[in-house]
């Protein structure tokens, strides 16, 4: 079975904190994503990385950075968290699987700016 | 910018009842997931539709690609209190990245 982690469940910082946020993969997946998932407006991407050392913006990248030192690694960086930045944070990873990419999420870690 | 939508975005029914849940793009995706998730926990893959006017069933749920590959439908029968939870469709891009729907939050009552 694939498994992806994240470091923590849940989390509290204060405003102007710098935040870290992991993920791991131990399926060898090339591509991992990082999305933000807040009420009434569904998942949204953030950062997404095809390789080590790769980044893509998704669609909402302000105020994120993320580092992929390692494969299997993918990080999520608040450089200064905001309280618009409280959300629940879900990275997955994904895989070719014949003819289509399957994605497959951590559970979660809600982040809450105060 | 590609959009998916969901329909109904809340739905509340009771033990044994069948349901279709929407889920309609303006966009053409290579092959379209459905996803369940529970509170507080990240969504879990129930299944990929590849091909245009493909079903397939999973036990009591059964999901179908519109033949244009825009579009798909979930749909459950003699839905189970087990049922319960946040139904996300998700498209994909060729591999380059995935767009979700906002999701049909769903209730089943016992």
């Known amino acids: 079975d694939v498994k992806v982690t994240q470091s923590s469940r849940y989390l509290v910082k204060r405003t102007g904190e710098k935040v870290f946020l992991e993920c791991v993969q131990d399926?060898?997946?090339?591509?991992m994503f990082w999305y933000r998932q807040d009420p009434g407006l569904g998942l949204r991407l953030i950062y997404f990385?095809?390789?080590?050392?790769?980044?893509e913006k998704g669609d909402i990248p302000e105020g994120y950075s993320v580092s992929r030192e390692k494969k299997e690694r993918f990080s999520l960086i608040l450089e200064s968290a905001s309280t618009n930045q409280t959300s629940m944070y879900l990275c997955a990873s994904s895989l070719l699987q014949g003819q289509t990419y399957e994605q497959y999420f951590g559970p979660g870690t809600r982040l809450t700016v105060t | 910018t590609q959009l998916l939508e969901q329909s109904p975005q809340f739905l509340s029914i009771q033990e044994g009842e069948n349901l279709t849940v929407y889920c309609n793009s303006s966009s053409v995706f290579s092959s379209l997931q459905w996803y369940r998730q529970e509170p507080g926990e990240g969504p879990v893959l129930l299944v990929t539709?590849?091909?245009?006017?493909e079903v397939k069933k999973l036990k009591r749920l059964t999901f179908q690609f519109g033949d244009a590959r825009k579009d798909s439908s979930l749909h459950i029968t003699a839905a189970q209190p087990g049922d319960t939870g946040l139904y996300l469709c998700a498209g994909d891009n060729y591999g380059q990245n995935f767009v979700f729907g906002p999701g049909t939050r769903l209730s089943v009552l016992p």
């Open positions: 539709v590849v091909t245009g006017g």
């Open positions: 990385s095809y390789d080590v050392k790769m980044k």
């Open positions: 399926m060898d997946h090339e591509n």
